[in-house]
């Protein structure tokens, strides 16, 4: 199956598509740094900026005008804004979506796979989701959404997001049943963990792969030696906690709920359990996550063995650059797991009539927020035929 990717970054989706036999023709995006990754480890990416590009000419530079490909994937990412009803695909400020589904109708893949942050399911009272939704059914596709928890399907880490699939030929797809049960409090034990992940890294010392940070002193130091596993900065002796930690933990919103009642205050330094998956790796993990063991912090590889890329994946630019790179990539070992159940799925023979235009899990947790319930509604509204729904 032939694939183009958009929104490519370092090519963690990548990597696990081609490692379970995708053909990737093409893939785009628009930091020279993230396309220089890309190019060293996987090959065929160009800089693009996807917020002003014309697809009809991409299309004719590939030559798909004759064929479609089988399959787009990547993530736009969700800007966080957006204007309701008929001004959605107006507003500037969603144009890197719209762009995504401009994509999808200037190539008409078979088949496409869109990833985000968990906060495209409540962004603008779920207004983002669902307008983005009804244009991907206006072009013909059938649309499965789910909220996927990491760390259960081999990554070491508790990381959610949302994956969105949509095939336009009628065929009948399942998301991959989860390969490591994980249970307790934000499914905190899991039988992947930080230690199958980083454990043989610890004693490392070759600095050209960037395996030992520099060493920490002074004020730092003593935080890091104080803190245990599983504590933050709010564990601290008071005179060890910095002075912007102790201002936004007592900071009140506009309506007036403390943010410790609202997810929680800042938490700055984190030292990490080994025995549980890690917290979800970001741009800021080298910055704030302490090793469970040893007094430094995690280093840039130990950031991408959590993100289970390959000690052979190389990353380019700058120190802020790679970590970026890491910490925004789609886990290659999901991404194959992914692309597998998409291969079971175009096997399948088509149906004549769909059971359903989308279906959803939004959540597994039994109670739900406002915000999620006000989304689940807008996407009810799109549902046909027996209003069959996954929950």
């Known amino acids: 199956m032939k694939a183009i990717s ?16 995708f053909d990737i023709i093409a893939a785009f995006d628009n930091h020279a740094a993230t396309v220089d990754t890309y190019n ?4 065929g990416a160009s800089i693009l900026d996807l917020s002003c590009c014309n697809f009809a000419k991409i299309s004719e530079s590939l030559g798909t005008q004759k064929y479609s490909p089988d399959i787009i994937i990547g993530g ?8 309701a009803g008929t001004r959605f695909w107006d507003d500037p400020r ?5 762009n995504y589904v401009d994509a999808l109708k200037q190539f008409s893949p078979r088949w496409f796979v869109m990833e985000n942050v968990e906060g495209i399911l409540t962004t603008a009272e779920g207004e983002y989701l669902y307008e983005t939704v009804k244009r991907m059914i206006e072009l013909g596709y059938s649309i ?3 909220k996927i928890y990491m760390q259960e399907y081999s990554i070491p880490q508790r990381r959610k997001r949302v994956i969105i699939i949509g095939n336009r030929e009628g065929k009948a797809y399942k998301f991959p049943e989860p390969t490591t049960p994980a249970s307790g409090q934000i499914y905190r034990r899991a039988s992947v963990t930080l230690r199958n992940a980083i454990f043989d890294l610890q004693d490392v010392t070759d600095e050209s792969i960037d395996q030992v940070p520099s060493e920490e002193t002074g004020i730092k130091l003593e935080r890091i030696v104080k803190l245990k596993q599983g504590q933050s900065m709010k564990d601290l002796p008071p005179e060890l906690q910095h002075a912007s930690f102790k201002r936004r933990s007592h900071r009140r919103v506009i309506d007036g709920i403390p943010s410790e009642k609202r997810g929680g205050a800042p938490s700055g330094l984190k030292r990490l359990v080994y025995d549980e998956p890690c917290l979800t790796i970001t741009s800021a993990s080298p910055c704030e996550f302490v090793h469970p063991e040893k007094n430094r912090m995690l280093t840039i590889r130990e950031c991408a063995r959590v993100q289970t890329f390959p000690d052979s994946f190389v990353f380019t630019g700058k ?11 789609v886990p290659p070992v999901f991404a194959e797991l992914i692309a597998n159940s998409i291969l079971h799925a175009d096997e399948s023979p088509s149906h004549t009539v769909q059971a359903s235009l989308v279906e959803y899990v939004l959540t597994k947790a039994e109670a739900r927020s406002p915000a999620l319930v006000r989304t689940e509604k807008k996407l009810e509204t799109l549902l046909t035929n027996s209003q069959q729904t996954l929950f």
Do not use: V
Not at 40 to 43: A, D, P, R, W
Not at 320 to 326: A, G, K, Y
């Open 76 to 83: 736009p990412p969700c800007q966080g804004f957006t204007s």
């Open 144 to 146: 499965y959404i789910r």
């Open 6 to 21: 958009l929104f490519s970054g370092a090519g963690g989706m990548d990597l696990g598509f081609r490692n379970a036999g």
């Open 40 to 43: 060293k480890n996987l090959g």
């Open 319 to 329: 120190r802020n650059e790679r970590i970026l790179q890491i910490g925004n990539a």
């Open 94 to 98: 969603n144009k890197l979506i719209s």
